[in-house]
């Protein structure tokens, strides 16, 4: 697998000096990159580095306090609601609902994305299809194997096909083969031109991206294709890399 098949240059993810503060805290702290259709973009940090506040900055759902960003070519401080509309989204804290079906989660969704009736139905057939879903349409959600909900919830957020689609810590508390299929998925939707913006602790996982973003106390440490940190650090993996740099930080949350 290597990841983004789609040769166009189109920037869909911009950030210029992005920064939040909570009061005297400095969350993330002028931040500054760019991200092309169809890539896979690494996004880590350790716990309180500030990976998850800069999504929902990016994501719309934070105001930043200084500084600029534009995602699928709005304004993530003027036009957030635009944004939201244009992306898709999935936390491993929250992204389907248990007590309804699996064919309920699907129309839930749909419509919150903005897809008419017709197109829902349409979506739903062929998201069963494609996931092999056909005999768990009527189970609900709580029932599902983990692996089967992961799937599941990453189909729903990219089923408006947004231009770009933010993963938050999605592969947390499943075992290495489902992550491995889980990213199979990812290559996919990117290889159709969707830039993935994901988080992950798993430094394997890194491995799988186009280019890494490491945070560290709210500041962007490295950049670069993993091949490249790990020359730069001289280093065998990207665990390597990503500890070398951890040891720089000094607060331990936010």
Known sequence: MNGMHDATTDI???????????????????????????EIFGFLGANGAGKTTAMRMLSGLLIPTSGTGMVAGFDITHQS??????IGYMSQRFSLYDDLKV?????LFGGIYGLNDAQI?????????????????NKFVKSLPLGFKQKLAFAVSIIHHP?????????GGVDPI???????????AATEGITVFVT?????????????????????????????????????SMDDVFL???????????
């Open 12 to 38: 869909v993810i911009k950030a210029e000096n992005l920064t939040k503060r909570f009061g005297h805290f400095t969350a993330v702290d002028q931040i500054s990159f760019e991200v092309k259709r169809g």
């Open 81 to 86: 609601e635009l944004v939201k509309r244009n």
């Open 103 to 107: 064919w309920e989660n699907i129309e």
């Open 121 to 137: 139905r349409l979506k739903t057939d062929e998201l069963m299809a494609r996931l092999n879903f056909e005999d768990e349409r």
């Open 163 to 171: 231009q770009v689609v933010f993963l938050d810590e999605p592969t």
């Open 178 to 188: 489902t992550r491995r299929k889980f990213w199979e998925m990812i290559y996919e």
């Open 200 to 236: 992950t602790h798993y430094m394997d996982e890194a491995e799988y991206c186009n280019r890494v973003c490491i945070l560290v106390d709210g500041r962007i440490e490295a950049l670069d294709k993993p091949d490249q940190l790990k020359i730069n650090f001289k280093a065998q």
């Open 244 to 254: 070398h740099l951890a040891r720089k930080a000094t607060r331990v949350d936010g």
